[in-house]
């Protein structure tokens, strides 16, 4: 769901040359409504409308006060071209709610408005006409509004804030939780792993050794013929004696 809220001095509809509601000081919200819309949304929506601090308080601070706080008026216009998506330079609208559904939605999007705050401070337009909407912006001040996706994460940042901190805490105590037996499992098992063969020396050995003579990585304590710098072919070969997985030079 979309909304643009506009701060006014004053609004109105006109249908067919006949005005048909008008507020004076407050805010014109025009609405979209999308396909996966749902309740979760509608309520959403309306909380943030109208505790939107778009207004002055006594003192004259800016962006203190909301709708509610001031008891001014609220025009409400069903927009479904705010579900636009341009297909090229033309506008496309399959992302927006059908009109037999979102007429349904929009009436009890009106209804949630008015239950939360005072239903004669709540005007409309009429939903599915062509209207002419008249506002007057104050300021001008204009805010976009985005219910968030159905399954996404709060776009509130003291909320990310507070649930990237409950997570953190949340893996300290199930990393605290493991029992003791588990965590030498996992070191244990990291010690099996095969790692990868010694490059340099052993490399270039292979690629000196004649391919009938090529065996196996040599075992501890065996000795094997090797060159004396793994970077330069010498003429000169020395023998090596395998300790552990060091490379031990040992005169011929």
């Known amino acids: ?5 506009q701060r006014v001095t ?16 407050g805010i014109c919200v025009l609405l979209g409504i999308s396909l996966e819309d749902t309740q979760k949304e509608l309520e959403h929506m309306v909380r943030k409308i109208l505790n939107l601090r778009v207004f ?11 709708v509610m706080d001031k008891q001014y008026e609220v025009l409400c216009i069903s927009q479904f071209t705010l579900q ?9 609208f399959h992302l927006a709610m059908p009109t037999e559904q979102a007429e349904s939605f929009y009436n009890s999007f009106l209804e949630q408005l008015r239950k939360t705050y005072r239903p ?19 300021g001008p001040v204009t805010i976009e509004l985005e219910s968030p996706a159905p399954g996404a994460a709060t776009s509130d940042p003291k909320q990310m804030r507070l649930s990237a901190s409950q997570r953190s805490h949340q893996m300290a105590l199930t990393v605290l939780q493991l029992p003791l037996t588990i965590c030498q499992s996992l070191k244990n098992s990291s010690r099996g792993k095969k790692r990868p063969e010694p490059r340099g020396l052993l490399n270039q050995a292979k690629k000196e050794t004649p391919p009938e003579k090529k065996t196996a990585v040599p075992a ?8 004396l710098n793994g970077s330069r072919r010498l003429r000169d070969e020395t023998q090596c004696i395998i300790i552990g997985r060091n490379w031990i030079l040992k005169n011929s």
């Not at 769901?1 to 809220?5: I, L």
């Not at 002055?56 to 006060?65: A, M, P, T």
């Not at 636009?84 to 496309?92: E, S, T, Y």
């Not at 501890?220 to 060159?227: A, E, F, N, Y």
């Open 1 to 5: 769901m979309k909304a643009v809220v």
């Open 10 to 25: 004053r609004a109105s509809v006109t249908v067919g040359g006949e005005q048909i509601s008008a507020i004076g000081r």
């Open 56 to 66: 002055e308080d006594e003192s004259g601070k800016h962006w203190s006060k909301s």
């Open 84 to 92: 636009c998506v341009l297909k090229g330079n033309k506008p496309d």
């Open 120 to 138: 004669e401070l709540i005007k409309d337009g009429k939903f599915g006409t062509y209207m002419q909407v008249h506002i007057q912006n104050d």
């Open 220 to 227: 501890v304590g065996q000795r094997v013929t090797c060159l």
